[in-house]
């Protein structure tokens, strides 16, 4: 696996942090008023780091382990907003979901850190993407991961507009 998407994957829940960090604690609920142009799910600052948390582990865990262990399996793509409403991710708890997730991160980066080179081009079929070897999907989380990071800056920059209105 490239060295490069290995140390972003593992850089990233750091970076998760500092950029929720940065949304003030009365505005990790708040939504703008239109989502056009999000480069995310459409999903309040708390919501974006859950949701990112559940993909890590009941999308892309899931995704390789399959991925590994069948013949090009199918890999459906995961209903975000009804799994948001079935979790209530507006009632978390922001420090547990960074620690659930920085494990989960963590025992994601451990299977990929063991995979020997001729895993990564084992074949699936990724719901939405089409084709994709393990490798690709490696790739697909790690864009997964920046897309959320821009998602939280796209919401912060709405708040601000709001508040210069």
Wanted: with cysteine.
């Amino acid at each position: 696996m490239n060295p490069t998407t290995l140390a972003t994957l593992e850089s990233f829940p750091a970076h998760l942090e500092r950029h929720y960090a940065a949304f003030p604690a009365d505005s990790v609920h708040w939504a703008p008023s239109s989502w056009d142009g999000v480069p995310s799910e459409p999903f309040t600052a708390l919501e974006q780091i859950c949701h990112v948390r559940d993909i890590e582990i009941d999308g892309y865990q899931v995704r390789i382990r399959r991925t590994l262990t069948e013949a090009t399996p199918f890999l459906p793509s995961i209903d975000s907003e009804a799994v948001a409403r079935e979790r209530n991710y507006g009632a978390a708890q922001a420090d547990v979901v960074f620690a659930q997730f920085r494990a989960a991160r963590a025992t994601t980066l451990q299977l990929l850190r063991g995979l020997e080179p001729g895993q990564l081009e084992r074949r699936a079929e990724f719901e939405g993407y089409g084709p994709v070897s393990l490798r690709g999907l490696v790739h697909y989380l790690c864009s997964h991961d920046q897309q959320h990071l821009a998602g939280l800056q796209w919401l912060l920059g709405k708040l601000d507009a709001a508040r210069v209105q």
